[in-house]
């Protein structure tokens, strides 16, 4: 984060305060199934299908502005029916809330999907407090799956609401797209969000378009630290660490989900796994308004959906009283109650001496009286897992009947490119867990803006929990939502590895060992020079290796120039194209076989050379320069194998029509001619070089030769006019005095052979 203190980012917006309503309407305006109500005017943002008929159960959601394609990409068929936009990072109002509400739902009710947050807990609990007062009938679940909070230290606020609600989303939308009633959507939520966690890692904070950056977040991390567990507004995670690459933090996420993280108050780390359709830990559930404008909030997300039985009930007892000292010892106590497969919290708050019944207080503010006896089946202590409403089960179980969900999601600033990278790696440090991955997905599900991090959700498919609510198959329904992307692998694959085709023809690329037997010649037997092919004896062989892996070790020293030669005009990717290449010849030449290898076949030929390094050169280095030294260089082995009608000709100058050949089909199929600024304004002066001296000249002589005529035609590229190339595409002023990458590479790599030759000859005292 390079931005100076109070400087604004620049974003394509045009007034900040117009931000989410400037973007409300890009969305509608390229979409065919979304409508937004008309309250712009009073705050109300709210997006809507346009196709909805109030037949089924209605899905609402909502939240900040900036977690895009959250909130509004999940609605559609199959999925939510409206989606309340705030501020950015703010939550809605409640009017908002209530006008979609009012909107969507129909007989079959409306349920409301809240991410853990105070704001949004608010008033999209008083929203549905409020409806319900109206006639309207209303369920609401909070969602709390970040595995960054421990069990222990979890308190009032309770676990955030992260990527995993795209879940309870989809599955949800899925179950009430097929005409069921509230209480299956319900239950079916509720399932999902209690069987997954979620924890985020970034190399950034984020800024809001428009702001001015906050130096405090930009100096937050040092360029080669990451933070773990990190929330989807910018907010600090639990730890800084060393990145050490994209591999070793995707196996961090990993074991973090899978193993329960130790918290101030709770030193224990359970490695076991519970039974697998015994839920470890109480589902998220709603969290109703509070009483009263000055009462706190609910500690913990709690539910307003019906309990089973009375909780009020006390059960008749003829036990011993309990001693009143050692009674009041449990006063503010945490008990975790299970009541038909939901667990809620709560703490002991009283002790009635007369009665001898500890009265305890739920999180949903239901109140209980309890013996002795009773209370101690639900007290927590440290030798157990601590526990609140709204925990997410823990996942540490290994066995291999646990089949999983994964979701990698883009948290805004990651390429594409990055993106792949990281669902690769999670997915393997997954596998090396002996976790069975069944779906994964990878995609910018819940975004914080720009921020440079990604987040893993690990959802835990139960085989009661599957069956019951067939979630897999729901995951895999077709929809309508444009946040939501095609889900990778199947129910049978454990492993990227089952989805390998074989190359076409049965032909496996010479690339890696440098090529192997020699090719079958067009020409007559060698016999000393003739009309035959180049063949190398062994000192020779190794002046070419030297050469070959000079080059290597040249081009990595001069890639950094080369990427701000071709940044300055082109896209930046000469240096990594040429570094790709080499590191592909340098594999053959360390090889234990093949014609590059220390110890080669039989008769090799300098065109076989040629073609092995053509075939190292095919198979790693892309783009344009991976495209034209590989036509460069078929062309001057063709030119190597043909038979010459014309007697005996002298190896070099064999080499120097070969290198012509090469030049030629470069600007054949390159279409470019010297003078245009590429590289053919090095190769081609050098080739009229060597040809000029071929036939009376030494290796040592001609190389020097050619070295020299390509460096001064790089440095004439500094004044030339780009006529090809992507640099043709950049003005003379963003041109001038940059001199052509293609060609800088071209003479750096004859140079390293010049060198390399050179030196060979001094330490043969002045030989060939």
């Given at each position: 984060?390079?931005?100076?203190?109070?400087?604004?980012?620049?974003?394509?917006?045009?007034?900040?305060a117009?931000?989410?309503?400037?973007?409300?309407?890009?969305?509608?305006?390229?979409?065919?199934?979304?409508?937004?109500?008309?309250?712009?005017?009073?705050?109300?943002?709210?997006?809507?299908?346009?196709?909805?008929?109030?037949s089924?159960?209605?899905?609402?959601?909502?939240?900040?502005?900036?977690?895009?394609?959250?909130?509004?990409?999940?609605?559609?068929?199959g999925?939510?029916?409206?989606?309340v936009?705030?501020?950015?990072?703010?939550?809605?109002?409640?009017?908002?809330?209530?006008?979609?509400?009012?909107?969507?739902?129909?007989?079959?009710g409306?349920l409301?999907?809240?991410?853990?947050?105070?704001?949004?807990?608010?008033?999209?609990?008083?929203?549905?407090?409020r409806?319900?007062?109206?006639?309207?009938?209303?369920?609401?679940?909070?969602?709390?799956?970040?595995?960054?909070?421990?069990?222990?230290?979890?308190?009032?606020?309770?676990?955030?609401?992260?990527?995993?609600?795209?879940?309870?989303?989809?599955?949800?939308g899925?179950?009430?797209?097929?005409?069921?009633?509230?209480?299956?959507?319900?239950d079916?939520a509720?399932?999902?969000?209690?069987?997954?966690?979620?924890?985020?890692?970034?190399?950034?904070?984020?800024?809001?378009?428009?702001?001015?950056?906050?130096?405090?977040?930009?100096?937050?991390?040092?360029h080669d630290?990451?933070?773990?567990g990190?929330g989807?507004h910018?907010?600090?995670g639990?730890?800084?660490?060393a990145?050490?690459?994209?591999?070793?933090?995707?196996?961090?996420?990993?074991?973090?989900?899978?193993?329960?993280?130790?918290?101030?108050?709770?030193?224990?780390?359970?490695a076991?796994?519970?039974?697998?359709?015994?839920?470890?830990?109480?589902?998220?559930?709603?969290?109703?308004?509070?009483?009263?404008?000055?009462?706190p909030?609910?500690?913990?997300?709690a539910?307003?959906?019906?309990?089973?039985g009375?909780?009020?009930?006390?059960?008749?007892?003829?036990e011993?009283?309990?001693?009143?000292?050692?009674?009041?010892?449990?006063?503010?106590?945490?008990?975790?109650?299970?009541?038909?497969?939901?667990?809620y919290?709560?703490?002991?708050?009283?002790?009635?001496?007369?009665?001898?019944?500890?009265?305890?207080?739920?999180?949903?503010d239901?109140?209980?009286?309890?013996?002795?006896n009773e209370?101690?089946?639900?007290?927590?202590?440290?030798?157990?897992?601590?526990?609140?409403?709204?925990?997410a089960?823990?996942?540490?179980?290994?066995?291999?009947t646990?089949?999983?969900?994964?979701?990698?999601n883009?948290?805004?600033?990651?390429?594409?490119?990055?993106?792949?990278v990281?669902?690769?790696?999670a997915?393997?440090?997954?596998?090396?867990?002996?976790?069975?991955?069944?779906k994964?997905?990878?995609?910018?599900?819940?975004?914080?803006l720009?921020?440079?991090?990604?987040?893993?959700?690990?959802?835990?498919?139960?085989?009661?929990?599957?069956?019951?609510?067939r979630?897999l198959e729901r995951?895999?329904?077709?929809?309508?939502?444009?946040?939501?992307?095609?889900?990778g692998l199947?129910?049978?694959?454990?492993?990227?590895?089952?989805?390998?085709l074989?190359?076409?023809?049965?032909?496996?690329?010479?690339?890696?060992?440098?090529?192997?037997?020699?090719?079958?010649?067009k020409?007559?037997?060698?016999?000393?020079g003739?009309?035959?092919?180049?063949?190398?004896?062994?000192?020779?062989?190794?002046?070419v290796?030297?050469?070959?892996?000079?080059?290597?070790?040249?081009?990595?020293?001069?890639?950094?120039?080369l990427?701000?030669?071709?940044?300055?005009?082109?896209?930046?990717?000469?240096?990594?194209?040429?570094?790709?290449?080499?590191a592909?010849?340098?594999?053959?030449?360390?090889s234990?076989?093949?014609?590059?290898?220390?110890?080669?076949?039989?008769?090799?030929?300098?065109?076989?050379?040629?073609?092995?390094?053509?075939?190292?050169?095919?198979?790693?280095?892309?783009g344009?320069?991976?495209?034209?030294?590989?036509?460069?260089?078929?062309?001057?082995?063709?030119s190597l194998?043909?038979?010459?009608?014309?007697?005996?000709?002298p190896?070099?100058?064999?080499?120097?029509?070969?290198?012509?050949?090469?030049?030629?089909?470069?600007?054949?199929?390159?279409?470019a001619?010297?003078?245009?600024?590429?590289?053919?304004?090095a190769?081609?002066?050098?080739?009229?070089a060597?040809e000029?001296?071929?036939s009376?000249?030494?290796?040592?002589?001609?190389?020097?030769?050619?070295?020299?005529?390509?460096?001064?035609?790089?440095?004439?590229t500094?004044?030339?006019?780009?006529?090809?190339?992507r640099a043709?595409?950049?003005?003379?002023?963003?041109?001038?005095g940059?001199?052509?990458?293609g060609?800088?590479?071209?003479?750096?790599?004859?140079?390293?052979?010049e060198?390399?030759?050179?030196?060979?000859?001094?330490?043969?005292?002045?030989?060939e």
């Amino acid at each position: 984060m390079s931005a100076a203190s109070g400087a604004k980012k620049r974003a394509f917006l045009n007034a900040p305060a117009d931000l989410v309503t400037s973007s409300l309407d890009g969305v509608l305006a390229t979409s065919s199934h979304l409508a937004r109500l008309d309250g712009y005017d009073t705050a109300i943002r709210v997006l809507v299908r346009r196709d909805w008929s109030k037949s089924k159960v209605a899905l609402v959601t909502g939240g900040g502005s900036g977690h895009e394609p959250a909130h509004g990409g999940y609605v559609g068929q199959g999925g939510l029916t409206a989606a309340v936009c705030g501020d950015v990072f703010a939550s809605p109002s409640t009017e908002a809330v209530c006008a979609a509400i009012r909107h969507c739902a129909g007989p079959k009710g409306a349920l409301l999907i809240v991410k853990n947050y105070t704001g949004d807990r608010l008033n999209f609990g008083l929203a549905a407090e409020r409806c319900k007062g109206e006639g309207y009938r209303v369920e609401m679940i909070v969602v709390g799956e970040d595995a960054a909070i421990p069990s222990a230290d979890v308190g009032m606020a309770g676990r955030r609401g992260l990527c995993g609600t795209v879940l309870v989303h989809k599955v949800a939308g899925a179950v009430a797209e097929s005409g069921a009633d509230l209480d299956s959507v319900l239950d079916a939520a509720n399932h999902v969000a209690s069987h997954m966690r979620t924890i985020g890692i970034s190399l950034t904070s984020c800024n809001i378009p428009g702001a001015p950056a906050d130096p405090n977040s930009a100096a937050r991390l040092n360029h080669d630290e990451m933070e773990v567990g990190l929330g989807i507004h910018g907010e600090p995670g639990f730890k800084k660490e060393a990145f050490k690459g994209c591999q070793d933090a995707m196996e961090r996420a990993v074991r973090l989900l899978m193993e329960e993280r130790k918290g101030a108050l709770d030193d224990s780390f359970d490695a076991g796994g519970g039974d697998d359709d015994s839920p470890t830990a109480p589902p998220p559930s709603t969290a109703p308004p509070p009483s009263s404008a000055g009462a706190p909030a609910s500690s913990e997300p709690a539910s307003v959906s019906p309990r089973p039985g009375n909780l009020r009930q006390k059960l008749a007892t003829n036990e011993k009283s309990t001693d009143e000292e050692e009674a009041m010892k449990l006063i503010d106590k945490r008990v975790m109650k299970e009541f038909d497969g939901a667990f809620y919290g709560g703490v002991v708050t009283s002790y009635d001496a007369k009665k001898k019944w500890f009265h305890v207080r739920y999180d949903d503010d239901d109140q209980e009286e309890l013996t002795r006896n009773e209370l101690d089946k639900i007290l927590m202590d440290k030798s157990k897992t601590r526990r609140s409403l709204g925990d997410a089960p823990k996942y540490v179980s290994l066995h291999k009947t646990d089949v999983y969900v994964l979701l990698v999601n883009n948290l805004g600033g990651c390429t594409p490119l990055e993106l792949g990278v990281a669902a690769g790696d999670a997915l393997r440090a997954c596998h090396k867990r002996g976790m069975h991955v069944v779906k994964v997905g990878a995609a910018p599900f819940m975004t914080a803006l720009d921020m440079v991090g990604i987040s893993i959700t690990l959802f835990r498919v139960s085989p009661t929990g599957d069956a019951k609510f067939r979630i897999l198959e729901r995951l895999g329904e077709a929809c309508q939502l444009p946040g939501w992307p095609v889900l990778g692998l199947s129910a049978g694959a454990k492993s990227t590895k089952e989805f390998l085709l074989p190359l076409p023809g049965g032909k496996k690329s010479a690339g890696g060992g440098g090529g192997g037997e020699p090719k079958a010649k067009k020409q007559k037997k060698a016999d000393g020079g003739g009309g035959g092919g180049i063949v190398l004896d062994a000192d020779a062989h190794d002046a070419v290796r030297c050469a070959l892996d000079a080059v290597c070790g040249g081009i990595d020293i001069i890639e950094p120039e080369l990427t701000k030669l071709d940044s300055a005009t082109g896209d930046g990717d000469c240096g990594t194209t040429f570094k790709a290449g080499v590191a592909s010849i340098r594999h053959a030449l360390q090889s234990n076989s093949g014609v590059l290898s220390a110890s080669p076949p039989k008769n090799v030929t300098f065109a076989d050379v040629i073609g092995a390094v053509a075939s190292c050169v095919r198979s790693s280095m892309g783009g344009t320069s991976g495209a034209l030294y590989d036509i460069m260089l078929s062309a001057a082995e063709a030119s190597l194998l043909q038979v010459d009608a014309d007697g005996e000709v002298p190896p070099a100058v064999r080499v120097a029509r070969a290198m012509r050949a090469g030049a030629e089909a470069v600007m054949k199929y390159g279409r470019a001619k010297p003078g245009m600024s590429t590289m053919l304004d090095a190769l081609v002066p050098a080739v009229e070089a060597f040809e000029q001296i071929a036939s009376t000249a030494s290796a040592v002589e001609c190389t020097k030769a050619m070295a020299k005529a390509a460096k001064d035609g790089f440095e004439a590229t500094k004044t030339m006019s780009a006529k090809a190339g992507r640099a043709s595409y950049t003005s003379e002023a963003v041109q001038a005095g940059h001199g052509d990458p293609g060609a800088f590479a071209c003479a750096g790599w004859l140079k390293f052979i010049e060198a390399s030759l050179s030196d060979l000859a001094n330490n043969n005292g002045g030989g060939e």
